[in-house]
């Protein structure tokens, strides 16, 4: 896969060089290409930014970098085409442009899948207010486009969302983690074990500061750690994703599954759907 970043902090993708993505990197699994957005700047002070049409806090970024610059890196010649003329871009190279926004789409397991399948991502962080419509309306006219959000809160530019975006498709990419079973048991992960958080994890040694291993973990009846391990998933998501249980199919649910449920305050509704009845078992 290649991926391209333009920003005016290539600096802040210094991450990108280390751990997982840095090892698939020099492994060559993965193409990644930082490039400075004031590159494509022509005045003095390399201006990327300007005041807002119609007026308002903050700044917005220039239109005509982020051209310039999406046009090379994309690989097509920056003035128009003839009609007629080949496409510069085609077939299995065409790249997809993800623009991280607060007001996109959220960047979830089932997108980054989706996106570790393509051959060629670039994403396009901002910096101030964001950048000019037009320039995400040119480019989703030309190539596939996904504004994304990386949850609800305000960062100060796209560059962090990236790093997450990046790293959590990096680690789907074939023979970037040790082996396939590595994502079988993912949180988020498609399956039987869907949208349930994963329990707590030990390791040795079997006591520390007076805190013992749960004795079922080195018991090596692997059922009884199975059901366990399922018990505590259950437990986790409850307390703290319970939309994750009032969504979940009851069908995808073992019998034990809704007796832990039901221990947790939870019954299913006239619809099959499950709800807290009336009792609050919080805390
Ligand atoms: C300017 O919070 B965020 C986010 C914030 C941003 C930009 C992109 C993403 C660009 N501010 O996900």
């Not at 290409?33 to 590159?39: C, G, P, W």
């Not at 009609?83 to 085609?90: I, L, M």
């Not at 958080?197 to 009846?221: F, Q």
Request: proline share 10%; hydrophobic share 35%; net charge negative.
């Amino acid at each position: 896969m290649r991926i391209d970043v333009v920003t005016i902090f290539p600096e802040y993708l210094r991450p990108l060089d280390v751990s997982l993505v840095g090892k698939a990197r020099a492994r060559g699994q993965l193409d990644v290409r930082v490039h400075d957005l004031r590159r494509w700047t022509h005045d003095r002070h390399h201006t990327v930014d300007d005041t807002p049409y119609g007026g308002g806090p903050g700044m917005v970024m220039k239109p005509e970098p982020w051209g310039e610059a999406l046009d090379e890196v994309l690989g097509t010649p920056a003035g128009a085409e003839p009609a007629d003329a080949e496409p510069a871009v085609t077939g299995p190279e065409l790249p997809t442009i993800v623009v991280p926004t607060p007001s996109g789409r959220p960047f979830t397991q089932e997108l980054a899948q989706r996106l570790s399948t393509l051959p060629w991502l670039v994403f396009t962080p901002a910096r101030y207010e964001g950048i000019d419509r037009r320039v995400v309306e040119e480019y989703a006219a030309r190539y596939p486009l996904h504004e994304v959000s990386v949850g609800d809160y305000v960062l100060a530019g796209g560059e962090a969302p990236v790093l997450v975006m990046v790293e959590a498709i990096a680690r789907l990419l074939p023979g970037v983690l040790g082996n396939a079973e590595s994502h079988r048991d993912d949180s988020f992960a498609p399956g039987p074990m869907a949208a349930l958080l994963e329990g707590p994890v030990y390791t040795k040694p079997p006591r520390w500061r007076d805190r013992e291993v749960p004795e079922v973990l080195t018991s090596g009846h692997h059922g009884r750690v199975a059901r366990w391990r399922r018990d505590e998933a259950l437990r986790r998501t409850s307390q703290h994703r319970p939309e994750l249980i009032e969504r979940c199919d009851p069908e995808s649910l073992d019998r034990h599954d809704l007796a832990v449920l039901a221990e947790l305050g939870w019954c299913l509704d006239r619809d099959g759907r499950f709800g807290r009845g009336s009792v609050d078992v919080e805390e």
